[in-house]
């Protein structure tokens, strides 16, 4: 099994400032941190049409808009050290369809991170990730983008092998019998939150050690969840807003932001310009930075992180449209006087923290 091709910038951090019209300093920090993505969604385009993870590719026919932002050489390029690789179910299917079709995804998946052994290991935990680390792997999580993947019986979600899967996002943009998606999707539906079976679901969750992701759920379906949530464990939301920075159905206004923060998990910020700063096909990186400081703002630097929703259909800032350039991201918030400390609980330190409280 052949390597990954890809250029290594740590062995010239400044080629790759000079590359990226950014300084030395950024490039200094970015190498020195834990870089850790919540959400990476580029296995949906390899079910769909065959999209390669294993092969290096361009911008893609749209410019790295909606797709082709990340594969597995650029992540390893871009020094990304580990990622919530996810599996999002297609709700159409009726329930038992959507089990199997869980099945053999994740089983796919295992199959394509687990061919390039010694660029990619697939971990459990925070003690799995720092070994992945140190033999200079990239860590992949395997995570769950909309619950109803298993929801046809109580049982399904024991398929879920080996605590293979970190955390698992309990609706999507559609609602579901689990509960009632935060997207307009959802319409006039008579209950505005979890139903009983979506409550049972996140104290399984809980019983499990798998996180309870609450991006896309409605705000009552996320206080809900919060009510029948082990308050020992912590509550994560993996790729959103901030309402009060950018109002849109799709973000979390402060409250929630401290709901999360006191449970003890983190919440990530993702690159879409649409749900940060109004433009689809424009946006900025410092839109992502004006969001992360929000979070610092209301709960403090312990609880903002990563959740790009890289190739989630989502159009990236021109400044940064695909990993390779994530260390514009770093300067962005050096020019704001933001400490190296800082910055490095964000790239990744802040997720770490919040996998080992949950599964060591």
Not at 105 to 132: F, G, H, K, Q, T
Request: some cysteine.
């Amino acid at each position: 099994m052949p390597r990954l091709e890809y250029t290594d910038h740590r062995k010239d951090p400044q080629a790759w400032a000079t590359a990226l019209g950014i300084s030395r300093e950024a490039i200094d920090v970015y190498l020195a941190s834990d870089v850790i993505d919540l959400h990476v969604d580029s296995f949906i385009w390899h079910r769909i049409f065959g999209y390669d993870l294993t092969t290096r590719h361009d911008h893609g026919l749209l410019g790295a808009r909606f797709y082709s932002q990340v594969d597995l050489p650029r992540i390893r390029e871009a020094q990304v050290t580990g990622a919530c690789w996810v599996i999002t179910t297609n709700p159409a299917r009726v329930a038992t369809e959507r089990r199997d079709a869980f099945v053999r995804n994740i089983e796919e998946l295992r199959r394509i991170l687990s061919s390039c052994p010694d660029d990619v290991a697939i971990v459990r935990n925070a003690r799995e990730y720092r070994a992945a680390r140190a033999a200079g792997k990239h860590a992949a999580f395997i995570g769950i983008q909309g619950g109803n993947a298993l929801d046809a019986d109580p049982s399904a979600i024991d398929l879920i092998p080996d605590d293979l899967v970190l955390r698992v996002t309990l609706v999507h943009l559609s609602s579901s019998s689990l509960g009632v998606t935060s997207s307009p999707a959802a319409g006039r539906a008579r209950s505005k939150g979890l139903t009983e079976a979506g409550r049972r679901y996140v104290q399984r969750l809980n019983e499990k050690n798998v996180f309870v992701d609450l991006a896309h759920i409605s705000r009552e379906g996320f206080w809900e969840a919060l009510e029948v949530h082990d308050k020992k464990k912590p509550a994560i939301v993996t790729h959103t807003g901030i309402d009060s920075v950018y109002p849109h159905w799709r973000n979390i206004d402060d409250r929630q932001v401290l709901a999360i923060a006191e449970s003890g998990g983190t919440m990530g910020i993702m690159y879409h310009g649409q749900f940060l700063d109004g433009p689809y096909f424009g946006g900025k990186a410092d839109a992502i930075v004006d969001h992360l400081a929000r979070i610092v703002e209301v709960a403090g630097e312990d609880y903002a992180s990563l959740g790009s929703d890289w190739d989630g259909a989502i159009s990236t800032p021109r400044d940064m449209p695909t990993c390779l350039e994530l260390p514009v991201l770093v300067e962005r918030m050096l020019r704001r006087g933001w400490s190296g400390e800082r910055i490095g609980k964000i790239l990744g330190g802040n997720a770490l923290r919040a996998i080992e409280r949950l599964r060591g």
